[in-house]
Structures are given as C-alpha cells and as structure tokens.
C-alpha cells in the first residue's frame, strides 16, 4: 500500500490539489512529512481561501499543483495566496472590490504566463537595486508599494524585509506587492498608459542599464521609460 492509498481513505483530492497537499491531510498525515516523498511539505505552504474541499461537515484547505512556490494570486480564484506554516482550520477572505478582483486575475494569468520572461526580470531588477546602501529596500520599490498600500491592495505601507537586509521579498505580503509592481511597470512601458505612481527614483548607473535592456530586447519601450523610472540624483520633473 503506497502513500496515495493512504491519502485516499482519509480524504477526497481537491480539484488540482497537489499531491504533497493531499499526502498530509490523509491518515499518515505529518508522518508523510518526514518521509523523503513530499519534501516540500517541510517549508510553509501557500493556501488559497476558497481552494479547499467540503466534506463530512468540515472543509479543508489545499494547496495547487499549478501554483509557482512564489505564486501569489490563485489563477482559479483570482484571491491572494497567504503562507502558512500548517494547513489551516480556518480561512476567510476579504471581500474585495471588482477593481482588485480583476486586477488580482490580470496579475495571477501574466504570472502564470511567466512574468513576461527577461524584460519582466529587468524591470524587477532596476526596481529592487539599493537607492541607500543603509536601507535594506529600495525607494522606488517602497514608494511603488505605499501607492497600492494607498489603493487598498492587501499589502504593508512599506516593505518588511527580513533583519539580513536580503532582497528577496520572503513576506508572501512583499512578493504579493513586488509582482504587482513589477506587471503595473510592464504595462506601463508597453502601453504607455502610465502607472497610477510618479516615475520611481532609481539610481543613474541602474537607469543606464535598464536602458541598455530595453534598447535590447524591446526598443518601443524607450518611449515610455521616462515616465516610470527616474534619475534619483535629479529633482523630479
Ligand atoms: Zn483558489
């Protein structure tokens, strides 16, 4: 009798449920953990609040197989993933105005697509280079998350990053907000519709390279750089 046996007689599969998911709400439970079958079950899960199966009275949450691990929207749901150690007994989800909701799918299928591939890497990349070598963030990436925080995006005002200063946004709120900054600014350059913040201050070396990215890889860009980044070191226009 194999693991999957197991799960099957303590609970039904959720649609797309994965299999590490599934693994631990059978009767093995978190024995299955320990085993080398689902390493991932070791690191905090992402769970969706309206992924999750009803059964015998009780509901239970799940986490997809589709879903990238620094996936941040449910592509079925269109809601935020929020990170969880253990899954949880308990979820609810806000209600969200139409606005967000399409925002969040628009966000959660440009994911899912692959984040527009090394033009969305570059764009991330000038956003998140350090303005002050004291701070751990950057200012354009702090002022780009304090306008979404301002519109009701379920992010903080400002980005918490872990006590190293490293970069990598682990609070699923920071990635949540980095994404949707990083889409907003592909948009932006893209259509030239701008984004709903002024140009981000970024500093000139950084300026200078995105420039030379997008000369290479999407020259119609250059167009509508200007009104998405900025040279820190000059007063804005
Ligand atoms: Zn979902």
């Given at each position: 009798m194999n693991a999957e046996y197991w799960a099957a007689l303590g609970s039904r599969r959720g649609a797309g449920e994965s299999l590490g998911s599934w693994l631990r709400a059978g009767p093995l439970g978190a024995q299955v953990?320990?085993?080398?079958?689902?390493?991932?079950?070791?690191v905090p899960q992402l769970y969706c609040p309206a992924c999750r199966v009803e059964e015998a009275g009780r509901r239970r949450w799940y986490t997809r197989e589709?879903?990238?691990?620094?996936?941040?929207?449910?592509?079925?749901?269109a809601l935020p993933l929020l990170l969880c150690n253990a899954p949880p007994t308990r979820l609810r989800s806000r209600h969200w105005s139409p606005i967000l909701r399409g925002e969040f799918r628009a966000l959660g299928e440009w994911i899912q697509q692959g984040s527009a591939g090394e033009l969305g890497r570059a764009i991330a990349r000038a956003t998140c280079a350090?303005?002050?070598?004291?701070?751990?963030?950057?200012r354009a990436w702090a002022e780009a998350q304090w306008h979404l925080w301002a519109i009701e995006w379920p992010v903080p005002a400002a980005p918490r990053l872990p006590a190293s200063g490293?970069?990598?946004?682990?609070h699923q709120r920071d990635r949540l907000a980095l994404s949707a900054i990083v889409h907003r600014l592909y948009l932006a350059l893209e259509t030239?519709?701008?984004?709903?913040?002024p140009a981000l201050p970024i500093r000139p070396r950084v300026l200078r390279w995105l420039e030379g990215r997008i000369r290479l890889l999407r020259p119609s860009w250059r167009l509508h750089l200007g009104r998405c980044f900025r040279d820190i070191t000059k007063p804005p226009r």
């Open positions: 953990v320990d085993e080398p079958i689902a390493p991932e079950l070791e589709e879903w990238p691990t620094d996936g941040v929207v449910c592509t079925t749901h350090r303005s002050d070598p004291r701070v751990a963030y950057s490293n970069l990598v946004p682990l030239g519709q701008g984004t709903l913040w």
